[in-house]
T-cell receptor, first 112, second 117 residues
Framework: DQQVKQNSPSLSVQEGRISILNCDYT??????FLWYKKYPAEGPTFLIS?????DKNEDGRFTVFLNKSAKHLSLHIVPSQPGDSAVYFC???????????FGAGTRLFVKA | NAGVMQNPRHLVRRRGQEARLRCSPM?????VYWYRQLPEEGLKFMVY????????ESGMPKERFSAEFPKEGPSILRIQQVVRGDSAAYFC???????????????FGAGTRLSVL
């Protein structure tokens, strides 16, 4: 039962353009959402998060949007840079708890 | 300021042997999580522990897998009688005590890649 879904296994974007990574969830109890970035042979690193009481959170080039009615969130990276090439995981937790459910990831390629 | 340390980075076992994966959390972190990543898949939650306590093991296979986080020393994920299907990358993460400011952001180690021959 995939509670967090990232339907695009990969995405290719030109340097300088916007990257949009999407994530859908099914559990309406999720109240906190996170994005992690992972390079090969390394562990995931936290990128940005959003609480369910907000619909947008911005940190530099990274913005996360949350649409609760659609159970959908997206990560926008602008402008995209070659160093952003990595796998991006969407994750969610419920009721302020510690258990975090991860999506399958989207591999982003940023072409120079 | 050391991050989450996992060892070994690579572990090769023959079918039927035992695998022990170690994880030292970041300093000051009292919560440890274990995840498994199969090839081309995402991270699957296995278990969440605090010192000397298993809080949530809903993602652990019912047999052969166990985890501990003793009062002293690293957290250990133990897989007995390994089978080829156990081959995967195992990631450990840690987090500080839950606060409203840093809500469950987890810090990951580099992982242990287990290969079962």
């Amino acid at each position: 039962d995939q509670q967090v879904k990232q339907n695009s296994p990969s995405l290719s974007v030109q340097e300088g353009r916007i990257s949009i990574l999407n994530c859908d969830y099914t559990n309406s109890m999720f109240d906190y959402f996170l994005w992690y970035k992972k390079y090969p042979a390394e562990g995931p690193t936290f990128l940005i998060s959003i609480s369910s009481i907000k619909d947008k959170n911005e940190d530099g080039r990274f913005t996360v949007f949350l649409n609760k009615s659609a159970k959908h969130l997206s990560l926008h990276i602008v402008p995209s840079q070659p160093g952003d090439s990595a796998v991006y995981f969407c994750a969610a937790s419920a009721n302020g708890g510690f258990k975090t459910i991860f999506g399958a990831g989207t591999r982003l390629f940023v072409k120079a | 300021n050391a991050g989450v340390m996992q060892n070994p980075r690579h572990l090769v076992r023959r079918r039927g042997q035992e695998a022990r994966l170690r994880c030292s959390p970041m300093k000051g972190h009292s919560h440890v999580y274990w995840y498994r990543q199969l090839p081309e898949e995402g991270l699957k939650f296995m278990v969440y522990l605090q010192k000397e306590n298993i809080i949530d093991e809903s993602g652990m296979p019912k047999e052969r897998f166990s985890a501990e986080f003793p009062k002293e020393g690293p957290s250990i994920l133990r897989i007995q009688q390994v089978v080829r299907g156990d081959s995967a990358a195992y990631f450990c993460a840690s987090s500080p005590p839950l606060t409203t400011l840093a809500k469950n952001i987890q810090y990951f180690g580099a992982g242990t890649r287990l290969s079962v021959l």
